[in-house]
């Protein structure tokens, strides 16, 4: 079930590439090398190009799988599941690398991004695909153990108060795309297209010269509703149309929760692409935008500047940072969208 509505999403974003080389350019397909892996509960693929390839992408495969090893929340081999045990653990450099970047997130976005989450989105069933409706009762006694301020970290130490656990669900993916990028670069690769499950880095721009083509999903359906054409960045987007579920003709939203609530978000975005130079800033600020909602998202935007985004709204418009606007182009089926671009 998650990993059919998994493949719906990654389907997208592969057609979207194929569509692209096809009709964009003159991609010498010979040169492209492509890998797909499963990892970190979803589908990933890496294309590269050029001489070398091919070793290149095996090397960005292992990293993102051996990050995986350390970072699931589900394998009882992992650091962030030693971590979650409670205590004060000792972990390698990179996931006190990681679980710093999403403390300083938390902090950044007031909380909005909250890396102690875990036992909310177990209770509502986002770990195992096994969906229930926790009562009141239950979300605040859960609730009782979220704080990113709860978690404290020294050099590769990290403490954890019982109860209190991680979820790197929000980062992981876009860390480790930041990470692959890194390895792609050092074999040599200069062009390259890292989707690991909707997690997007162009490196380079495509090998023809052009930039890339990348679709944003319509959240009502299953095209696009628009393109962006861009080079070396991240793109990543966070949306309402991912792992929903309904009990009693109810729809319960979707895998992204408000801290303050304990509930599956439920405000005026459907979805948030977020566009900057690293993964893993992506990943942190799309969750985030999407908690804030509209409002709070651009009023964010203008507090800090440091990426540029696409919200597409219950209203069904677009709102769009005036950095990426003209790189960003309504699809054919979407030429009555409205787009309104926010000014800084
Ligand atoms: P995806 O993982 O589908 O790409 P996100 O990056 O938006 O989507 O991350 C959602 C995941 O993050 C959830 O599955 C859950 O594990 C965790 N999560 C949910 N709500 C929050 C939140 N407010 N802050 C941090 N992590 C969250
Ligand atoms: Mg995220």
Redesign the pocket.
Known sequence: MLMRR?IS?ILAAVCMAAFCSCSFGDTNEETAQKTEFFA???YMSVTAYGEGAQKALELAKDEVERLDKLWS?TDENSEVYAVNGGGEVSVSGETAQLISF?LDM?KRTGG????T??P??KAWG??NGENRVPSGDEIQSLLKNVGYEKVSISGNTVTLPDGVML????????YASDKATQVLKENGVGSALIDL???IVLVGSKPDGNEWKIGVRDPDGDGVVGIISASDCAI????AY??NFTVDGTVYGH?????KSGRP?DNDILSVTVIASKGRLC??L???L??MGKDGAVAHWRDHRDFEMIMLCKNGQAYVTEGIANRFEADEEHSEMKINVIEG
């Not at 895998?255 to 801290?259: A, R, S, T, W």
């Open positions: 998994k999403i970190m509960d979803t929340v999403m938390a909005a991004l909250e890396p989450l875990y909310v989105v986002f770990t979820d790197t669900g929000a980062v992981g993916k876009g499950g909707g997690n990543v987007t966070s949306g991912e792992r895998h992204i929760i408000d801290p978000v990943d942190a799309s969750t985030a999407f908690v």
